[in-house]
């Protein structure tokens, strides 16, 4: 029996070898500032949580760096988003309850 060797027909070597310039965008207008800003992401079909970056107004909590179990890190990320925050509330909640007035 004789296999049909036709191979992957495509053109990759030319797309491979083709240097843009600047005909290649020109007709393509530069999007303005505020597209990035207002812009939404999307994961899944689903509009991802927009997330502020910068200096809290208020500032109520301090970032920092610490270590972690991976079995407790596992277990807050597996209860979805808002895990940090959960580990927060339980070590309030400890706090409060041993806290010596």
């Known amino acids: 029996m004789k296999k049909n060797k036709t191979g992957l027909k495509s053109n990759l070597q030319k797309v491979d070898n083709h240097e843009i310039s600047t005909g290649d965008y020109a007709d393509i207008p530069e999007l303005p500032e505020d597209f990035f800003v207002k812009g939404q992401?999307?994961?899944?079909?689903?509009?991802?949580?927009r997330r502020t970056r910068g200096k809290q107004k208020n500032p109520t909590k301090k970032q920092l760096?610490?270590?972690?179990?991976?079995?407790?890190?596992?277990f807050f990320?597996?209860?979805?988003?808002?895990?940090?925050t959960r580990i927060?509330?339980?070590?309030?909640k400890y706090?409060?309850?041993?806290?010596?007035?």
């Open 95 to 101: 706090v409060d309850s041993h806290h010596i007035a």
């Open 65 to 74: 760096t610490i270590r972690l179990n991976n079995e407790v890190i596992d």
């Open 77 to 84: 990320k597996n209860q979805g988003n808002g895990w940090q």
């Open 41 to 49: 992401l999307y994961q899944n079909g689903k509009p991802l949580e």
């Open 88 to 92: 927060n509330d339980i070590l309030q």
